[in-house]
């Protein structure tokens, strides 16, 4: 099982600053690596996949690199909205399997 | 406009199976992409449980997969869970999902989840 280790657990930053959200994953993902913001009480909104491509209606403020073990989403600058919990999660194409990181509480500071 | 929600009931028996459907509408489950399951215990992250394709193709979490069955009902346009023999490990809100790519994961659509309680 690959597993993902995001850094930091919580980062606190005021609205304006910009947002460095690290995951690294025990072994290759290729690119196979997505991000997904979850608000309090809302079901997680797919941000990026295949590492570095926004999906349907993502702020061009948000942004992923990386490929093989390390990963990161940056946000350029921080909105109110932006404050949530962001996992990555890598997909494997054989065997078909999907793990999800652990999380980064990204709270205002 | 793409919209799945969850159902069955909200309390479970510990030992007992738990059930739950997803009612997919704005999409036919017929046209491809893989449908999934993931499942977030209160205050916790969340946890991949399985998918399926239309064809009734299933690829399932290793560390569930003795306990989970997912099927397809295309006629009714939904997909179900089955996790037998639960436990309060088992507590969790569960969630379906469509996935955005031709594999596993990447989910673009979620429902809005559904809380399951195991208790006696």
């Known amino acids: 099982e690959i597993v993902l280790t995001q850094s930091p657990a919580t980062l606190s930053l005021s609205p304006g600053e910009r947002a460095t959200l690290s995951c690294r994953a025990s072994q290759s993902v290729s690119s196979y690596l997505a991000w997904y913001q979850q608000k309090p009480g809302q079901a997680p909104r797919l941000l990026i996949y295949d590492a570095s491509n926004r999906a349907t209606g993502i702020p061009a403020r948000f942004s992923g690199s990386g490929s093989g073990t390390d990963f990161t989403l940056t946000i350029s600058s921080l909105e109110p909205e932006d404050f949530a919990v962001y996992y990555c999660q890598q997909r494997s194409n054989w065997p078909p399997e999907v793990t999800f990181g652990q999380g980064t509480r990204l709270e205002i500071k | 406009q793409v919209q799945l929600q969850e159902s069955g009931p909200g309390l479970v028996k510990p030992s007992e199976t738990l059930s739950l459907t997803c009612a997919v509408s704005?999409?036919?489950?017929?046209?491809?992409?893989?449908w999934g399951w993931i499942r977030q215990p209160p205050g916790k992250g969340l946890e991949w449980i399985g998918s399926?394709?239309?064809?009734?193709?299933?690829y399932y979490n290793p560390s569930l997969k003795s306990r989970v069955t997912i099927s397809v009902d295309t006629s009714k346009n939904q997909f179900s869970l089955k996790l037998s023999s639960v436990t309060a490990a088992d507590t969790a809100v569960y969630y379906c999902?469509?996935?955005?790519?031709?594999?596993?994961?990447?989910?673009?659509?979620w429902g809005q989840g559904t809380l399951v309680t195991v208790s006696s």
């Open positions: 704005g999409y036919s489950i017929s046209s491809g992409y893989y």
């Open positions: 399926i394709y239309h064809s009734g193709s299933t």
């Open positions: 999902a469509r996935s955005a790519v031709v594999v596993p994961g990447d989910f673009d659509y």
